[in-house]
Antibody, heavy 120, light 110 residues
């Protein structure tokens, strides 16, 4: 079973770049057919999909975040990462890294999540 | 405002059955598979149902999914106090070119 673990700073200042890494265990991130996504949840709110990266490096982003977003993959470390630039308080949320087997919109396994607060 | 519409809350007694609805349109539910997720308090969401009505390994058959047109339903039978959670539906929206979720339904087992 694939396991995912998010890591990164829990506090980011406004206008700076939010950077998170997801470490994958129990499976290879370079397996064909699998999608590696980020999803966030604002405090007390519902789920918002951020984007995905395929093992080949191809990406697809939420149109509303696309201009500020970069998702990358490091197959040598079995990790994928999220960078969200020019953050504001509206980006305060729990960020989940997520695995989808053969689908970019079905999410089989989730990391435990990491709360990122944007504040000065 | 979520693209997919779910009732904000529902409640039922232990042992009873509950059905949670999720409605959308032809650009999302009508032409794509739907998944359901369970989020227990303080934890990450967990996949309950995929491809409208399939259960991942380890999910009890008390949980079921169905689809009709542009709506889907999650059914839970033999309710247990441990089923108290938020439930979300999700799918792809071909017009928005975005993954969309319902706003979530908070289930209380009284």
């Amino acid at each position: 079973q694939v396991q995912l673990q998010e890591s990164g700073p829990g506090l980011v200042k406004p206008s700076q770049t939010l950077s998170l890494t997801c470490t994958v265990s129990g499976g290879s991130i370079s397996s064909g057919g699998d999608y590696w996504s980020w999803i966030r949840q604002h405090p007390g709110k519902g789920l918002e999909w951020i984007g995905y990266i395929y093992y080949s490096g191809s990406t697809y982003y939420n149109p509303s975040l696309k201009s500020r977003l970069t998702i990358s993959i490091d197959t040598s470390k079995n990790q994928f990462s999220l960078k969200l630039s020019s953050v504001t308080a509206a980006d305060t949320a729990v960020y989940y890294c997520v695995y989808g087997s053969g689908s970019y919109y079905n999410f089989d396994y989730w990391g435990q999540g990491i709360l990122v607060t944007v504040s000065s | 405002q979520s693209v997919l519409t779910q009732p904000p809350s529902m409640s039922a007694a232990p042992g009873q059955k509950v059905t949670i609805s999720c409605s959308g349109s032809s650009s999302n539910i009508g032409n794509n598979y739907v998944s359901w997720y369970q989020q227990l308090p303080g934890t990450a969401p967990k996949l309950l149902i995929y491809e409208n009505n399939k259960r991942p390994s380890g999910i009890p058959d008390r949980f079921s999914g169905s689809k009709s047109g542009t709506s889907v339903t999650l059914g839970i039978t033999g309710l247990q106090t441990g089923d108290e959670a938020d439930y979300y539906c999700g799918t792809w929206d071909s017009s928005l070119t975005d993954v969309v979720f319902g706003g979530g339904t908070k289930l209380t087992v009284l």
